[in-house]
């Protein structure tokens, strides 16, 4: 019990100490917390406000069973159709390539390393890609959403059916190629050679697969060019300014209260210090 009544005693000795220095230097707080709070509201009604726009994108997969035999056979072209994601596509948008397109498609004066710097890329779950422009205007974060994603749509879609009829070039180039190894075989097979015999008939095989993969190519050309989709397109209406007066007043008054408060009681260790 005695123990309890001298911590009590002494934390109440220390409170009341407390209370004194805080009376004998309340100027002190009162001068720190009147130029932090000024400072805080200058800062929150003389700083640049800065907007925000997101635009979002599906970035759509091929199932691997659509493409597995001719990774095997052509893995290079195979891959440059079929390595589309979320992940792959971010990097894109972020290229210095197409950031010097947009750049120079852009009306007003803004350069490459600015764009970086406004630009953000969020690669989501669920094939989901969110493009996020952040400038001090308006319009001007409306614009560069907007003529960055054009950009990047009519690139992309122009590389897409590109490495689609790249493919489809090399399938029909290996079937001829495959047809003519065919009759030259056919010629040297007259004389029942088994060995030849079976040779071509490794041919033919491989030529239906081609042929199996490139209708397949042919009948669905919209699933393997058509893989990126705007779910949400730019629109004015969405930019808005993500700064918040109310809150940033509330922060500037209770930082000026916990700053003024250090600033009585450091000023008082100081001063005993030289005493």
Avoid: H
């Avoid at 659509?66 to 195979?78: A, D, G, V």
């Avoid at 010097?100 to 779950?125: G, H, M, P, Q, S």
């Avoid at 790249?166 to 075989?185: A, F, G, H, K, V």
């Avoid at 669905?220 to 730019?234: C, G, L, Q, W």
């Amino acid at each position: 019990m005695k123990n309890k009544e001298r911590k009590n005693d002494v934390s109440e000795v220390e409170l009341k100490d407390l209370l004194k220095v805080f009376v004998r230097r309340k100027w002190w707080f009162i001068g720190a917390f009147i130029i932090i709070f000024i400072t805080g509201i200058l800062f929150t009604f003389l700083r640049t406000p800065q907007f925000n726009m997101t635009s979002t994108l599906i970035i759509s997969s091929i199932e691997p069973e659509c493409y597995e035999s001719l990774m095997k056979s052509f893995p290079e072209k195979t891959g440059e159709l079929t390595g589309v994601s979320n992940v792959s596509e971010s990097k894109k948008l972020l290229s210095e390539d197409l950031l010097e397109e947009v750049a120079a498609n852009i009306n007003y004066n803004i350069d490459v390393d600015e764009l970086k710097d406004t630009v953000f890329v969020y690669a989501k779950r669920g094939e989901i890609l969110e493009l996020t422009t952040v400038y001090n205007d308006a319009e001007k974060t409306y614009k560069i959403n907007k003529v960055l994603l054009e950009t990047y749509l009519n690139k992309r879609e122009y590389e897409i059916n590109q490495a689609y009829q790249n493919l489809l070039d090399e399938i029909e180039l290996e079937m001829s190629t495959i047809t003519t190894e065919i009759e030259d075989l056919s010629e040297q097979s007259n004389n029942e050679n088994n060995l030849i015999n079976k040779e071509i008939e490794l041919k033919y095989e491989t030529y239906y697969s081609l042929e199996e993969n490139r209708d397949v190519l042919i009948e669905n050309k919209n699933y393997f060019t058509e893989r990126i989709s705007v779910s949400e397109a730019p629109d004015i209406s969405n930019v808005y300014a993500y700064f918040n007066y109310k809150r940033d007043i509330i922060f500037s008054f209770f930082l000026a209260i916990a700053l003024g408060l250090i600033t009585v009681f450091a000023a008082n260790y100081f001063q005993s210090l030289k005493k």
